[in-house]
C-alpha cells in the first residue's frame, strides 16, 4: 500500500482549504498548509482540520468522479443502472465502463482509474481521520466540543469504510494508525466479517458520543440517529444476497467478499437495529396531500432542512446544483443525466396498482396522466411544465423528435429529462438558495430497508408490520387508498413477491439519489438479470396538432458475473503490496 501512503496520504498531516462545500459549518475558511503541531495547538485551525474530514463525501454520493468540488458530475452510479443514461458516454467515464461490462481503459481492466481514484479518496479520508483522532485532545477545546468532533471524525471514518465495503468487499484495516507516508506497509485486507464488525464497533461507539440533533450551523453533521441508520444499512447489506450465503469469492478471496454460510441472525440485527431509529420518533415521513398529492415527496427531495433527511451531503447555496446538470437545454440545464423508459414504467398509476395491471386504468394513448405522484415529481416528460424564464409561468418542455432544444435524440436520447430534487423555481443556471445537497438516507430509506429485513425473516408472521411501513410510503406518496385502503399494494404476497414489490418502490421512492439502484442491484444480486438487457427510449412525433410516440432500445446492458459484483483492488496496490494483498473475484 506503500503508493498510497506516498503518494496520497502525506496531504492527511496537512490542513485543507474546504473547498465549495456548504455555509455553516462547512463554510469556505482556506488556509495556508500547516503542521500537525500547529493545527492542533489553535482552536480555529483544528476545527478547519476536522472540516477537511466532509471532503470527499461527493464521491460517496453521487460518482467516483465526484469530490467535493466537482458536483457538475451528477451521474454515475445512476446512470450505471437500468434508470437512467448519461449523456457523454466515453469509454473513459465509469457508466458506459459499467452498463457494457468493458472495464480495459489503460489496456488492464484492474487498473480502471475510477477505481484507483475511489479507493484512494476513501483511504485518504480515513488517514485524515485517523489524524484527527490521535491529535485533537491536544486542541484548545472545551470537553463537550472534543468529544462532538471525535464522535463526527468516528462516524465518518466508518462510512468512508462502508463506501470501501460496498465496493471492494473486506478492506485493509487501519485502526487508529496514522502511518508515514514514506513507510512500507503490507497490510492485508480484512476479511469481510472482520470489515463489517469493525465498521460496527465503531458505529456503535459514535452513536453513544453523537448528539440526537444538529442544527444551526451545524445542520448536516452526523447524529446519534444518523450512527443507527448507517449501522442498519451496514447489517443490511452485510445479510443481503451478495454476501449472506451467496458469496461469489472462491480460493484465496472467499472470505473477502462474503460469508461462508447463510445465517438468519444477520436480518434479524438488520430490523432491530433499524427498528431503533424508528422508535427514536426524531424522523419522519412529510406527509402533505393537501397542498396538491405527494407534495411531502417532493418537499423531501428538495428543501435543505427537513425531519426525513438522516444522513446527507449538503452544498454551497452559490452553486446550481442540481438543476443546472439535470434540467432541459431549454431551461439552462445540461442534461447531463437522462431517465430510461423503464424507470417511467415502474412507476405504478394513482391508484397504485402498475401500468400492466388490466385494472390500473393505464392508457398507453395518455401514459403520463393518472400516475404515482411521484413520476411527476421525478421525470419531465413529452408536455411536461417547467418555468422557461425566472419568475415565469411554467410551459411545456417538448422532447418529440424535431422540437427545438429538447428534443429526443438532440438534447436527451431517451425522451424524458429527471427533475428530481429541483425546485420548482429554479432554472438550471440559477443560484439554488435552498441548497438541498442529497440525501444518503432518508426517513423512508428506513422504513424500506425495515420491511425489507421482515420480509426476509418471515413475511406471513411480519405481514401487518411490513404493510404499514409500505402503506406508509405511499400515503405520503399522494396514491389513492382505494376502497380497501391498501394504497395499490397486492394482498398475501408471497415472499418473492413481497421483496419484489419493495425493491421497485426502493427504485421509484430513491430514483437519481445517491445511487441507490445501483448498490441495491449489487446486494441482491440483481445485476446478472440486466445482462443482454436492451434499455429503451420513448420517442414522440409530432404531425399538425397530433403526436404518437412509440418505444425504441438504446443501450444494451452486459454484466460479467462475477467480477463486476465488487470493484477491483487497483492493480498498483496489488503490485506493490508483493502478495499481501488479494484480488476480487474475476480480476
Same mark, same amino acid.
Given at each position: ?38 493545527v492542533f ?5 483544528t476545527v ?29 452510479? #445512476? ?22 461490462g ?10 480502471y482509474?475510477?477505481?484507483? +481514484? ?14 484527527f ?27 468512508? $469504510? ?43 461507539f ?12 451545524d ?23 451478495l ?13 473477502? +467478499? ?17 427498528? #431503533? ?13 393537501t ?9 423531501? +427531495? ?47 398509476m ?55 432544444d ?21 432554472l ?50 399522494g396514491?389513492?387508498?382505494g ?21 421497485? #418502490? ?6 437519481? #439519489? ?25 420517442? *414522440?412525433?409530432?404531425?399538425?396538432d $397530433? ?39 474475476? *480480476?
Amino acid at each position: 500500500m506503500k503508493n498510497i501512503f506516498l503518494g496520497l496520504f502525506c496531504i492527511a498531516i496537512l490542513v485543507y482549504g474546504c473547498m465549495e462545500t456548504s455555509e455553516g459549518f462547512l463554510s469556505d475558511k482556506s488556509t495556508s498548509n500547516v503542521d500537525t503541531e500547529a493545527v492542533f495547538s489553535d482552536s480555529s485551525l483544528t476545527v478547519q482540520f476536522h472540516t477537511a474530514l466532509y471532503m470527499q463525501l461527493g464521491r460517496v454520493a453521487m460518482s467516483p468522479h465526484t469530490a467535493s468540488s466537482m458536483i457538475n458530475d451528477y451521474k454515475d452510479y #445512476e446512470a450505471a443502472t437500468d434508470n437512467s443514461r448519461h449523456s457523454h458516454f466515453a469509454k473513459s467515464e465509469f457508466t458506459p465502463a459499467y452498463t457494457k461490462g468493458d472495464f480495459t481503459q489503460n489496456g488492464i481492466n484492474a487498473n480502471y482509474s475510477l477505481f484507483r +481514484t475511489s479507493w484512494e479518496e476513501m483511504y485518504q479520508s480515513i488517514q485524515r481521520c485517523n489524524t484527527f483522532l490521535q491529535n485533537y485532545q491536544k486542541a484548545p477545546l472545551s470537553e463537550t466540543k472534543k468529544v462532538n468532533l471525535a464522535g463526527e471524525a468516528r462516524f465518518l471514518r466508518a462510512f468512508y $469504510y462502508f463506501h470501501l465495503l460496498r465496493s471492494y468487499g473486506g478492506a485493509p484495516l487501519l485502526y487508529d494508525q496514522v502511518l508515514d507516508p514514506f513507510g512500507d506497509y503490507m497490510i492485508p485486507r480484512g476479511t469481510f466479517e472482520e470489515t463489517v464488525n469493525y465498521i460496527a464497533s465503531e458505529l456503535d461507539f459514535a452513536a453513544g458520543m453523537l448528539p440526537l440533533v444538529q442544527d444551526g450551523i451545524d445542520y448536516g453533521r452526523p447524529t446519534k440517529g444518523a450512527a443507527l441508520a448507517l449501522l442498519g444499512k451496514l447489517y443490511l447489506q452485510a445479510a443481503s444476497p451478495l454476501h449472506n450465503g451467496g458469496n461469489v469469492g472462491s480460493g484465496d478471496n472467499r472470505l473477502l +467478499t462474503g460469508y461462508d454460510d447463510y445465517q438468519m441472525e444477520r436480518w434479524e440485527k438488520a430490523a432491530k437495529k433499524l427498528k #431503533e431509529v424508528i422508535d427514536l420518533d426524531t424522523y419522519g415521513l412529510i406527509v402533505d396531500n393537501t397542498t396538491r398529492p405527494g407534495n411531502g415527496f417532493y418537499q423531501a +427531495t428538495t428543501t435543505r432542512v427537513n425531519k426525513e433527511r438522516v444522513w446527507f451531503w449538503i452544498t454551497t447555496n452559490a452553486h446550481t446544483f442540481p438543476g443546472n446538470v439535470l434540467m432541459p437545454k431549454s431551461r439552462g440545464g445540461s442534461a447531463r443525466i437522462v431517465p430510461y423508459h423503464e424507470l417511467v414504467q415502474a412507476f405504478p398509476m394513482k391508484n397504485g396498482l402498475s401500468v400492466d395491471d388490466p385494472d390500473s386504468g393505464y392508457d398507453a394513448g395518455n401514459p403520463y396522466e393518472n400516475r404515482d405522484p411521484r413520476f411527476g415529481y421525478t421525470i419531465i416528460y413529452n408536455g411536461a411544465k417547467w418555468i422557461k424564464t425566472a419568475n415565469g409561468n411554467p410551459e411545456p418542455v417538448y422532447t418529440y423528435r424535431g422540437a427545438t432544444d429538447d428534443g429526443i435524440f438532440v438534447s436527451t436520447a431517451t425522451g424524458y429529462y429527471f427533475r428530481k430534487c429541483v425546485g420548482e423555481s429554479l432554472l438550471g443556471g440559477a443560484t439554488n438558495k435552498e441548497a438541498q445537497g442529497l440525501s444518503f438516507i432518508r426517513y423512508a430509506d428506513v422504513l424500506l430497508m425495515y420491511a425489507e429485513a421482515l420480509t426476509e425473516l418471515d413475511v406471513n408472521a411480519n405481514r401487518t408490520e411490513i404493510e404499514k411501513q409500505l402503506f406508509a410510503i405511499r400515503d405520503r406518496a399522494g396514491i389513492d387508498p382505494g376502497n380497501n385502503g391498501r394504497y395499490g399494494i397486492p394482498a398475501d404476497m408471497n415472499k418473492d413477491a413481497m421483496l419484489e414489490f419493495i425493491i421497485n #418502490e426502493r427504485r421509484i421512492e430513491f430514483a437519481n #439519489e445517491c445511487g441507490n439502484r445501483f448498490f441495491d442491484l449489487k446486494r441482491r444480486k440483481l445485476y446478472e438479470k440486466l445482462n443482454g438487457m436492451w434499455t429503451s427510449a420513448a420517442v *414522440w412525433e409530432k404531425v399538425g396538432d $397530433y403526436y404518437s410516440w412509440s418505444v425504441q432500445p438504446v443501450e444494451q446492458h452486459f454484466f460479467d458475473t462475477p467480477r463486476m459484483y465488487h470493484s477491483a483492488i487497483p492493480q498498483k496496490e496489488i503490485n506493490s503490496s508483493k502478495g499481501t494483498l488479494i484480488q476480487n473475484p474475476g *480480476w
